[in-house]
C-alpha cells in the first residue's frame, strides 16, 4: 500500500458513488503543481454504499474521464476506504523498521477484527529518533479482497494502480500540504460524499481515527424530495446552489445533527483510547456536502466548534488550464482526496 519514488507526474483517481474525480500533479519543479483536473458523472447506482455494483460502467466512467482531459498516462495513485480499512496507533517493543515488519502481522492480530490471513498490513513509527522503550506505530489494516477489487478495476481500466492508498491518508496529505498551521492538537477532517461521509481525527497531524457514516448528498435529496415535495431537479439545484432556504435548512437540522455525532463519538473514542485530554479545536469539512448551503454553520452551531470548509487549492501552485471549462469554485471541494492521492510521488 505504499510504493514511493521520483516519478515527474502523479495522477490520483478518487472513485467515489457519483463521480469519478481526477488530479494530475507535476513534482518535478520543486513544489508540486496541480496541471490537470477531470471530473465525470457515474450512472446511478453503479456504485452503492462503496461496493461496485457494475465493474464495466464504472471502468468506462474512468476511461472517459481520463479522455476527456487529455490525460494518457496509465500508472495512477488511487485508494480504499470503509469499514474493512482499520487504523489504530499502537504501542510495540522499540527496535528497527526490519524487525518491526517481521513482527508486525503478529502485533496486528491483537489490534485487528480480521483474519490475519485476509488482509494487506502496512505500517509507520510516528516516533523514530526517541529514546523510549517503547516506540508509536500508526497500524493500517485492509482486506486483501477490497485491494484487489480495486486493482483488477484498474485493469479494467487499462490502468496500473502503482499505489493503493487509504482514503483518511490521502486526505490528510491534501490538508497538511494546505493548512500546515493546523497540524497542532486535535482536528477533525469530515469529507461528505454522495452516500458516505468520511470522518478523520487528526491529532498533532497523525491520523489516529476514521469512521464512515452512511450519509451523504444523496441523502439529502432524497429528504428534499420526501420532505418538502421537491423534484429531483429542484433539490440539486438548492444542494448544489449558493443560497440558503427554509426547505434545505429543515433537512440540514437533522441531518447535520447526524454528522455532529458521529464527529463527537469518533472525537470521545480517540480521547477515551488514547487517553489525552485533547479536545478539538477545529472541524474542517470536504466533498460535495460541504458546499451544501448552512450546513457548515449548522455544524459550527452544535459541535461548538470553528467549522471551516477546507480549499484543496489553498496553497498549492495551480496551473492555468489546469480546469479547462470546470467552475472552479464549483468544483474545488470536490478535489481533497483525488488532490490528496497524487500528492504522492511514486516509481
Same mark, same amino acid.
Not at 507535476?26 to 503543481?33: F, M, Q, S, V
Not at 489490534?111 to 506505530?137: C, G, K, R
Not at 460535495?288 to 466548534?305: F, I, K, Q
Given at each position: 500500500?505504499?510504493?514511493?519514488? &521520483?516519478?515527474?507526474?502523479?495522477?490520483?483517481?478518487?472513485?467515489?458513488?457519483?463521480?469519478?474525480?481526477?488530479?494530475?500533479?507535476?513534482?518535478? @519543479?520543486?513544489?508540486?503543481?496541480?496541471?490537470?483536473?477531470?471530473?465525470?458523472? =457515474?450512472? $446511478?447506482?453503479?456504485?452503492?454504499?462503496?461496493?461496485?455494483?457494475?465493474?464495466? /460502467?464504472?471502468?468506462?466512467?474512468?476511461?472517459?474521464?481520463?479522455?476527456?482531459?487529455?490525460?494518457?498516462?496509465?500508472?495512477?495513485?488511487?485508494?480504499?476506504?470503509?469499514?474493512?480499512?482499520?487504523?489504530?496507533?499502537?504501542? /510495540?517493543?522499540?527496535?528497527?523498521?526490519?524487525?518491526?515488519?517481521? !513482527? /508486525?502481522?503478529?502485533?496486528?492480530?491483537? #489490534?485487528?477484527?480480521?483474519?490475519?490471513?485476509?488482509?494487506?498490513?502496512?505500517?509507520? /513509527?510516528?516516533?523514530?529518533?526517541?529514546?523510549?522503550? +517503547?516506540?508509536?506505530?500508526?497500524?493500517?489494516?485492509?482486506?486483501?479482497? =477490497?485491494?484487489?477489487? @480495486?486493482?483488477?478495476?484498474? #485493469?479494467?481500466?487499462?490502468?496500473?494502480?502503482?499505489?493503493?492508498?487509504?482514503?483518511?491518508?490521502?486526505?490528510?496529505?491534501?490538508?497538511? !500540504?494546505?493548512?500546515?498551521?493546523?497540524?497542532?492538537?486535535?482536528?477533525?477532517?469530515?469529507?461528505?460524499?454522495?452516500?458516505?461521509?468520511?470522518?478523520n481525527i487528526l491529532d498533532d497531524g497523525v491520523p489516529l481515527l476514521t469512521r464512515d457514516i452512511a450519509l451523504g448528498t444523496r441523502r439529502f435529496r432524497e429528504d428534499l424530495q420526501r420532505e418538502r415535495g421537491l423534484s429531483a431537479e429542484e433539490a440539486d439545484e438548492l444542494l448544489q446552489g449558493y443560497d440558503r432556504s427554509p426547505h434545505l435548512d429543515a433537512v440540514i437540522?437533522?441531518?447535520?445533527?447526524?454528522? $455532529?455525532?458521529?464527529?463527537?463519538?469518533?472525537?470521545?473514542? =480517540?480521547?477515551?483510547?488514547?487517553?489525552?485530554?485533547?479536545?478539538?479545536?477545529? !472541524?474542517?469539512?470536504?466533498?460535495?456536502?460541504?458546499?451544501?448551503?448552512?450546513?457548515?454553520?449548522?455544524?459550527?452551531?452544535?459541535? &461548538?466548534? &470553528?467549522?471551516? +470548509?477546507?480549499?484543496?487549492?489553498?496553497?498549492?501552485?495551480?496551473?492555468?488550464?489546469?480546469?479547462?471549462?470546470?467552475? =472552479?469554485?464549483?468544483?474545488?471541494?470536490?478535489?481533497?482526496?483525488?488532490?490528496?492521492?497524487?500528492?504522492?510521488?511514486?516509481?
Amino acid at each position: 500500500m505504499g510504493l514511493f519514488g &521520483r516519478r515527474k507526474t502523479t495522477i490520483g483517481l478518487d472513485i467515489g458513488s457519483g463521480l469519478i474525480k481526477v488530479a494530475v500533479i507535476d513534482h518535478g @519543479k520543486g513544489e508540486p503543481e496541480l496541471t490537470k483536473v477531470a471530473i465525470a458523472p =457515474l450512472l $446511478a447506482d453503479a456504485i452503492v454504499e462503496g461496493e461496485i455494483m457494475d465493474p464495466g /460502467i464504472v471502468a468506462d466512467a474512468i476511461r472517459a474521464a481520463l479522455s476527456e482531459a487529455g490525460i494518457k498516462g496509465k500508472n495512477i495513485v488511487t485508494a480504499v476506504g470503509g469499514r474493512d480499512v482499520i487504523i489504530k496507533k499502537i504501542q /510495540i517493543d522499540r527496535m528497527k523498521e526490519a524487525q518491526a515488519r517481521e !513482527v /508486525i502481522r503478529w502485533e496486528a492480530e491483537q #489490534h485487528v477484527p480480521f483474519d490475519m490471513e485476509s488482509v494487506e498490513l502496512d505500517f509507520q /513509527i510516528l516516533d523514530p529518533d526517541a529514546d523510549d522503550l +517503547q516506540m508509536n506505530v500508526l497500524l493500517v489494516a485492509a482486506k486483501r479482497d =477490497l485491494v484487489e477489487n @480495486k486493482i483488477r478495476l484498474m #485493469h479494467d481500466a487499462d490502468l496500473d494502480a502503482r499505489v493503493v492508498d487509504v482514503d483518511a491518508f490521502a486526505l490528510h496529505n491534501a490538508f497538511e !500540504v494546505n493548512y500546515p498551521d493546523a497540524m497542532m492538537g486535535v482536528v477533525g477532517l469530515v469529507n461528505i460524499g454522495h452516500e458516505v461521509t468520511n470522518i478523520n481525527i487528526l491529532d498533532d497531524g497523525v491520523p489516529l481515527l476514521t469512521r464512515d457514516i452512511a450519509l451523504g448528498t444523496r441523502r439529502f435529496r432524497e429528504d428534499l424530495q420526501r420532505e418538502r415535495g421537491l423534484s429531483a431537479e429542484e433539490a440539486d439545484e438548492l444542494l448544489q446552489g449558493y443560497d440558503r432556504s427554509p426547505h434545505l435548512d429543515a433537512v440540514i437540522e437533522s441531518r447535520g445533527e447526524e454528522i $455532529a455525532v458521529g464527529v463527537e463519538r469518533a472525537a470521545a473514542f =480517540l480521547a477515551s483510547s488514547t487517553r489525552s485530554g485533547s479536545t478539538m479545536k477545529a !472541524v474542517y469539512t470536504s466533498g460535495g456536502g460541504s458546499r451544501v448551503p448552512g450546513l457548515t454553520e449548522a455544524l459550527a452551531n452544535r459541535l &461548538r466548534v &470553528r467549522v471551516e +470548509q477546507a480549499n484543496p487549492l489553498q496553497r498549492l501552485n495551480v496551473r492555468d488550464g489546469a480546469f479547462g471549462s470546470l467552475v =472552479l469554485d464549483d468544483v474545488a471541494p470536490l478535489l481533497m482526496l483525488p488532490i490528496g492521492l497524487a500528492l504522492r510521488q511514486v516509481a
